[in-house]
T-cell receptor, first 111, second 118 residues
Framework: DAKTTQPPSMDCAEGRAANLPCNHSTISGNEYVYWYRQIHSQGPQYIIHGLKNNETNEMASLIITEDRKSSTLILPHATLRDTAVYYCIVRVANTGNQFYFGTGTSLTVIP | GAVVSQHPSWVICKSGTSVKIECRSLDFQATTMFWYRQFPKQSLMLMATSNEGSKATYEQGVEKDKFLINHASLTLSTLTVTSAHPEDSSFYIC??????????????FGEGSWLTVV
């Protein structure tokens, strides 16, 4: 079962930052936070992951609260191509450990 | 990022026949792969965990005799939908974990395979 809670939908103006929240209040000390997105009719695309420190890559930034009970994915300058369903997943970083998806957040970037 | 590839992307089969979907990790070895199913406007549902050289582990409610999984090598897992029926029509997606703590054992997904049973 998914261990995360996300708002079902969000809108963001093109060019502005998109901030997608995720609650994971029952996260364990050895569980990572992963973010993926799924554009219609495609497989999920990896975005970023982190354990407790904030992380940044070419796609996004991940801000994890100090108590690790929530996180925010930031797309700094949203484009129309960022319209997708975004999934936040927590998981122990072991190759045999499954990913369970919640319902995610449907982000619509508005021109 | 790591590449996971599925084949075919689209398949149409007649009711009662079987269809096989392949999942390959192209640039890394995957001891474990995962198979998901997704119905329209729904989230991904984990079907089974495919383990190289051993039997797959199925999620509750997934019929192992209907969805046969074979993980014969470290780069290939196959899902066979046996005696397919229209209700099996769905988007099937595989994934594999890139080994290594540096990568967080991140899972990468294939492009997905659309199955339509007529």
């Amino acid at each position: 079962d998914a261990k995360t809670t996300q708002p079902p939908s969000m809108d963001c103006a093109e060019g502005r930052a998109a901030n997608l929240p995720c609650n994971h209040s029952t996260i364990s000390g050895n569980e990572y936070v992963y973010w993926y997105r799924q554009i219609h009719s495609q497989g999920p695309q990896y975005i970023i992951h982190g354990l407790k420190n904030n992380e940044t890559n070419e796609m996004a930034s991940l801000i994890i609260t100090e108590d690790r009970k929530s996180s925010t994915l930031i797309l700094p300058h949203a484009t129309l191509r960022d319209t997708a369903v975004y999934y936040c997943i927590v998981r122990v970083a072991n190759t045999g450990n499954q990913f369970y998806f919640g319902t995610g957040t449907s982000l619509t970037v508005i021109p | 990022g790591a590449v996971v590839s599925q084949h075919p992307s689209w398949v149409i089969c007649k009711s009662g026949t079987s269809v096989k979907i392949e999942c390959r990790s192209l640039d890394f070895q995957a001891t474990t792969m995962f198979w998901y199913r997704q119905f329209p406007k729904q989230s991904l549902m984990l079907m089974a965990t495919s383990n190289e050289g051993s039997k797959a582990t199925y999620e509750q409610g997934v019929e192992k005799d209907k969805f046969l999984i074979n993980h014969a090598s470290l780069t290939l897992s196959t899902l066979t939908v046996t005696s397919a029926h229209p209700e099996d029509s769905s988007f099937y997606i595989c994934s594999a974990a890139l080994p290594g703590l540096k990568s967080g054992n991140t899972i990468y997904f294939g492009e997905g395979s659309w199955l339509t049973v007529v």
